[in-house]
């Protein structure tokens, strides 16, 4: 079975664009998180969804958005990127009846500049 | 916020060695895991413990849980260069999601 899938694995950006990351769970889990990873904060949760609804949401700004599409798919988008935004996002997905363990995908490296 | 605070943040090791991460925690917990991350990678599952349990095996890991001190430890046994890598807590409440620590760095030197 296949993992969870993070495009695109690097990119680099300029400070006030904006990035659209992109999550395949694995197949049959409807559950997907997402994480970002710093040095300094370590990994700090992002939000989650279930069945294309927002089911909880981390203590980020608003330039923060995600959704999830029917085949359970999932994207993050950040806006007005901030050099802060740098970061590994790791995208995260579980069965619903398991959330509790959750499986990592690659992630993905963003830098801004 | 981090739930979880693994100790101690790096730990440097010969191969052959055993290497012991601990992690505390604030609050009440449904279960604890712990994963492990190789460097730019993504995290990996490697073992949860129940809050009703107290040990728990995989392979050459073992985890405990004292839930009275809010802290748990991963032993390695007989570690290997490729266990080298970073080691995370993850703590889990009503809602599910895992919070995790900082983690531990692991280097097992061949």
């Known amino acids: 079975k296949a993992g969870v899938t993070q495009t695109p694995r690097y990119l680099i950006k300029t400070r006030g664009q904006q990035v659209t990351l992109s999550c395949s769970p694995i197949s049959g889990h409807r559950s997907v998180s997402w994480y970002q990873q710093t040095p300094g904060q370590g990994l700090q949760f992002l939000f989650e969804?279930?069945?294309?609804?927002?089911?909880n949401k981390g203590n980020f700004p608003g330039r923060f958005s995600g959704r999830q599409f029917s085949n359970s798919r999932s994207e993050m988008n950040v806006s007005t990127l901030e050099l802060g935004d740098s970061a590994l996002y790791l995208c995260?997905?579980?069965?619903?009846?398991?959330?509790?363990?959750?499986?990592f995908g690659e992630g993905s490296w963003l830098t801004v500049v | 916020s981090q739930q979880g605070e693994e100790d101690p943040q790096a730990l440097s090791i010969q191969e052959g060695e055993n290497a012991t991460m601990n992690c505390s925690y604030k609050?009440?917990?449904?279960?604890l895991q712990w994963y492990r991350q190789n460097s730019g990678r993504g995290l990996v599952h490697l073992i949860l413990i129940r809050s009703n349990e107290r040990e728990k095996h995989s392979g050459r890991l073992r985890v405990t849980l004292d839930t009275s001190k809010k802290s748990s430890s991963l032993l390695i046994t007989a570690s290997r260069a490729a266990d080298t890598a970073s080691y995370f807590c993850?703590?889990?409440?009503?809602?599910?999601?895992?919070?995790f620590g900082r983690g531990t760095s692991l280097i097992v030197h061949p």
């Open positions: 993850a703590t889990t409440l009503g809602s599910y999601i895992p919070t």
């Open positions: 609050t009440s917990i449904n279960n």
């Open positions: 995260a997905s579980s069965l619903v009846g398991e959330r509790n363990t959750i499986y």
């Open positions: 969804y279930f069945s294309e609804t927002q089911r």
